[in-house]
């Protein structure tokens, strides 16, 4: 089979659309994780090795995205505890981190992007970018993260760490299409349009040469919260009236 990145016929490896360590797995847990899907007609999975693509990767195009996925394994999860809180005193608005290492952080999050608009697992069937992913892949073969309009990221945090394994999508503000992409509890909004970042979003996109700034968001009262609480409700009840 051919590799989506490289296009060579060559053998072809479980390759993780995210990270596996983004899953969470935690050996001495009980029982594999769940993935948590809101696909109409589908609901959540055991995911025993994370979720992974057979039909994408060759060794040596997977190897490329090693040090790109460790960075982000030592940002935002080992290293978690390194940003600084942003408060005005009372309330607690985001995280901060003076310095960090643009290309890599924005390789690590498009490199995700183009993973999983190119996998056939149904957890990334709504990743069509259309043209632009042969864009993004050259970006990614070039080991390029482009400037502030080349596939902007916004990011996004949850106030809590026990996020399940959610979808990610496209959708638009101010009629520009982003796609909204779950690593773990941090959310990263990818410009994938080939338009400009409207004004409202540019001050806010990752920038080389600038600390890097996480909006906070309520895991208690956000809708995937709620998401993820009913299909769960749903899968435990499905599971025990099929005993
Ligand atoms: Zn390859």
Known sequence: MNCKLCGFDKPLVDAHVIPRSFHRIDPNGDGPPRLVTNEKGRHTQKVRKGVYDSTILCVECEHRFSEWDDYGDDLFLKGWDQFEKMTDGTCHFGYHLPAYDYPKLKLFILSVLWRASVSSHVMFSKIDLGGRETVLKQS????????????????????????????????????????????????????????????????????????????????????????????????????????
Do not use: W
């Not at 916004?154 to 959708?171: R, Y």
């Not at 080389?208 to 009262?221: D, E, Q, V, W």
């Open 140 to 243: 990614i073969l070039q080991a390029d993260p482009g400037s502030v309009d080349q596939f902007g990221v916004l990011l996004q945090a949850f106030d809590s760490n026990e996020i399940g394994i959610l979808n990610p999508h496209l959708e638009r503000f101010d009629g520009i299409r982003y796609c909204r992409l779950y690593l773990g509890h941090v959310i990263a909004f990818i410009k994938v349009d080939s338009r400009p970042l409207g004004e409202t979003f540019r001050h806010l996109a990752l920038t080389p040469y600038t600390p890097l700034r996480i909006a906070i968001k309520n895991f208690g009262t956000s809708p995937e919260r709620a998401i993820m609480q009913k299909l769960v409700i749903a899968d435990k009840e499905r599971s025990r009236t099929s005993r």
